[in-house]
């Protein structure tokens, strides 16, 4: 089974600084990568995804993340961060051989400093 | 278009009540999953389904219960609530076998046992 390490249980930063987000993985077989964000009381939604192709991937509000397999790492970054990007992120990986289940970090929790 | 529905969004037991969790998609999806939440230990997977008839145990299933009528319905059953309950529960669902598909999570159920 996959596990999935964030090291950073919070992170603070200040408004429009850049910010990075760390995942780790444990197996290095072909895997889905995913990052999914949770604003306070909510449920979680797709911040990106990386399924095969160009190891930088883009997803919603200005956030990127670099599929990297050697070190099976999956980075979360953003340039240029806002107050409304104060949330809890979570890295997840899917094993491609086993669809049915994935496994979840236990989650970076961004606070945005104005 | 709801997506994933789950009610109640809180609810307080006391120890050794029971009560079922409802979790509705209107997406057609097969896959559906529970996931419990709890500060500092990301999600973990109580239970599964993979269609209509068929359900199997995650990494967390004891104290709990699921049945799977039909497509649109999940529901979770807590048969003996205990305090380790308390916690937020989270449904979530997928189109299937296809690892690149994505999880839709419902908005969660806070459940707190007393």
């Known amino acids: 089974a996959q596990s999935v390490t964030q090291l950073d249980s919070q992170v603070p930063v200040f408004e429009e600084a850049p910010v990075e987000l760390r995942c780790n993985y444990s197996?290095?077989?072909?895997?889905?990568l995913f990052w999914y964000v949770q604003y306070p009381n909510q449920g979680l939604q797709l911040l990106l995804k990386y399924l095969s192709g160009s190891t930088l991937v883009k997803g919603i509000n200005g956030f990127e993340a670099e599929f990297n397999k050697s070190q099976t790492s999956f980075h979360l970054r953003k340039p240029s961060v806002h107050i409304s990007d104060t949330a809890e992120y979570f890295c997840?990986?899917?094993?491609?051989?086993?669809?049915?289940?994935?496994?979840f970090g236990t989650g970076t929790s961004l606070t945005v400093i104005p | 278009n709801a997506g994933v529905t789950q009610t109640p969004k809180f609810r307080i037991l006391k120890i050794g009540q029971s009560m079922t969790l409802q979790c509705t998609q209107d997406?057609?999806?097969?896959?559906m999953y529970w996931y419990r939440q709890d500060p500092g230990m990301g999600l973990k997977l109580i239970y599964y389904s993979v269609g209509a008839g068929i359900t199997d145990k995650g990494e967390v299933p004891n104290g709990y219960n699921v049945s799977r009528s039909t497509t649109e319905d999940f529901p979770l059953r807590l048969e003996l609530a205990a305090p380790s309950q308390t916690s937020v529960y989270f449904c979530a669902s997928d189109r299937g076998w296809s690892g690149a598909n994505v999880l839709t999570f419902g908005a969660g159920s806070r459940l707190t046992v007393l």
């Open positions: 997840a990986v899917r094993d491609i051989d086993t669809g049915n289940q994935f496994y």
């Open positions: 997406m057609n999806h097969n896959y």
């Open positions: 197996s290095s077989v072909s895997v889905y």
